[in-house]
C-alpha cells in the first residue's frame, strides 16, 4: 500500500495537504509549517519516503485504544524520519494538536493568518486506520511519499 501526501499550502503556522492511498484522496492532512531550525513539536516533518508500520506501545496508543476500542491495534507510526521520534498519523484539528505529527480530517480551512483547521478528524481516522493498520498486519509494506504540490 502506499500513501501520497501533496502538500497544497504553507501558511506561517502550520501546513495543509491532501492525503491519497493507492492513488484515491482519503483526506486532508494538517501538520506543523516548515522551519529553518526545527522546534521540537512546531516543524513539519523533510519531504521524503517513509514505511509505516504499528506502535503498540506508549501513553497515546493507551489513549486511542480507550477511545476506538478493539478498532484501533496501534498508532500509525512513521519509520526513520530524519531529526524526529515519534511522528504518528492521527486525529487532531489545529496546530496544536500536531506535535510534528500529521492531523488528517474530512474538511480544511486555512485562514489569513496561516493557522491550518482540519474538521472531522475524527471521521477521517475512522475511514483511513482500519485499511492501513489491516495492511500492516496482514504483511504488507506499507509507505508514504510525502512532496510539496508542484
Known sequence: ???QLMRISTGAESTTGSLYIDGEFACFVLEDTKRI?????ETRIPDGLYRIDLRKEG???QKYAERYGNRHNGMLWLQDVPGFEWVY???GNKRGHTEGCLLVGDSLNNNQIGEGFVG???DAYQRIYPKIADAIESGEQVTIRISNLG
Not at 531550525?37 to 513539536?41: R, S, V
Open 1 to 3: 500500500m502506499h500513501l
Open 37 to 41: 531550525k526545527k522546534l521540537a513539536g
Open 59 to 61: 501513553g497515546l496508543n
Open 89 to 91: 498519523i492521527h486525529t
Open 120 to 122: 472531522k478528524s475524527r
